[in-house]
Nanobody, 118 residues
């Protein structure tokens, strides 16, 4: 199983991006997915989660601006980021709890860089 994160890039402040996180390989189902971000010189922080039932949680810093979602048929998760600000600059990572061959394990994507110009 592999996770591939994509969609990062450079946007102006106030702009938007949509990140994708696609699971490939022998994937039975994705139990849950999280997005983290790591700004330069800082620790990796949890940004958003989506559970098996579709429940979502967000860090206070992104509430009302970011939306996490998933397409179970495509084994893909998304993070829609609106009203981006310079403080959102970071490498964004997806992490998912995935069923594969009757085993449940955590997998990480490789990270995608988001840059916001002021």
């Amino acid at each position: 199983v592999q996770l591939q994160a994509s969609g990062g890039g450079l946007v102006q402040a106030g702009g938007c991006l949509r990140l994708s996180c696609a699971a490939s390989g022998t994937v039975t189902s994705i139990k849950s997915m999280e997005w983290y971000r790591q700004a330069p010189g800082k620790q990796r922080d949890l940004v958003a989660t989506i559970s098996t039932g579709g429940g979502t949680t967000y860090a206070d810093s992104v509430k009302g601006r970011f939306t996490i979602s998933r397409d179970s048929a495509k084994n893909t998760g998304y993070l829609q980021m609106n009203s981006l600000q310079p403080e959102d600059i970071a490498v964004y990572y997806c992490e998912a709890n995935i069923w594969s061959h009757f085993s449940l394990a955590d997998y990480w994507g490789q990270g995608t860089l988001v840059t916001v110009s002021s």
